[in-house]
């Protein structure tokens, strides 16, 4: 049984799709999705369907649509070799969607960046690179584009995005201590243009065209953000940044491509 949760909601057994067609078991089936193999209170389930204020009937509801959502696990398992029971479990107080971590992609996300910034930390950039990119690839659009959020979820879908975020910034980290400059430049381009306050990227950014050779598009770079910052939030950028800027107008050679990652900068990995 597959759950994909980094993007549209889809969730499969042996090619049958169990993803019910209304929107309060949708949204029922991902926040069991989004705490596989934990218990979901009943309390919290209902807040994620009703909000704060449920009606008296949301308890019955509730069960009935437990039981919908049983009767499409069964409809998909034909051979009868699991019972339905043990993976749309109840618990007191709640319920639990029991299923192997390698099956559900935002498990396999966490395992894989977790892999990749221990790696990191090792000194193994080329691993952490290969790790962290193979769990980015998993995504397929925002976390469940297609499913009412309620409250839960949106916690959980602000959790997965700033997680991504934080992964990505790792494995571009890793790249740039692998010399791969010159192939992030196109990359970090679009991110900065999507994210023109993330003082991160724009070091990232900054660094990766210093190292190409384009000192006055990295210096560029930097007064787009500080623009930006000042502009919307009348804020200065942050002192790292401002480090990084200085570092670049004088060349200093702790910018240059070492074998030991070192962060004098902060911020964006110089290395």
Same mark, same amino acid.
């Given at each position: ?16 799709? #169990?993803?019910?067609?209304?929107? %309060?078991? /949708?949204?029922? @089936?991902?926040?069991? +999705?989004?705490?596989? =193999?934990? $218990? ?25 649509? #437990?039981?919908?959502?049983?009767? %499409?696990? /069964?409809?998909? @398992?034909?051979?009868? +070799?699991?019972?339905? =029971?043990? $993976? ?184």
């Amino acid at each position: 049984m597959q759950f994909s949760i980094l993007g549209p909601l889809a969730a499969h057994e042996a090619g049958v799709s #169990i993803v019910p067609t209304a929107a %309060k078991p /949708r949204q029922l @089936l991902s926040l069991l +999705a989004l705490n596989a =193999n934990h $218990i979901v209170t009943v309390q919290d389930l209902m807040e994620e369907l009703w909000g704060t204020s449920p009606p008296r009937s949301a308890p019955t509801t509730l069960q009935t649509y #437990i039981l919908q959502l049983r009767r %499409k696990l /069964r409809a998909a @398992l034909k051979d009868g +070799a699991r019972d339905v =029971n043990g $993976i749309l479990v109840t618990r007191y107080g709640g319920y639990l969607l029991e299923v192997d971590p390698a099956c559900v992609d935002a498990l396999e996300f966490h395992r894989l960046i977790t892999a990749g910034y221990a790696a990191f930390e090792a000194g193994s950039m080329a691993r952490a690179s290969i790790l962290l990119s193979s769990a980015l690839e998993l995504w397929h659009g925002p976390v469940l584009v297609d499913v009412t959020h309620g409250t839960q979820i949106s916690i959980e879908v602000t959790r997965l995005t700033e997680c991504r975020m934080g992964a990505l910034e790792r494995r571009i980290d890793a790249d740039l201590q692998l010399g791969r400059h010159h192939e992030l430049i196109g990359e970090l381009t679009g991110l900065a243009g999507r994210c023109p306050m993330h003082e991160n990227l724009h070091g990232q950014l900054m660094l990766a065209l210093y190292r190409a050779g384009r000192t006055a598009d990295a210096l560029d770079t930097y007064q787009r953000l500080r623009d930006s910052l000042v502009e919307d939030l009348g804020l200065e950028p942050s002192s790292p940044v401002r480090r990084l800027q200085r570092a670049i107008l004088r060349s200093d050679p702790a910018l240059d491509l070492r074998e030991e990652p070192i962060r004098p900068y902060g911020g964006a990995l110089v290395g």
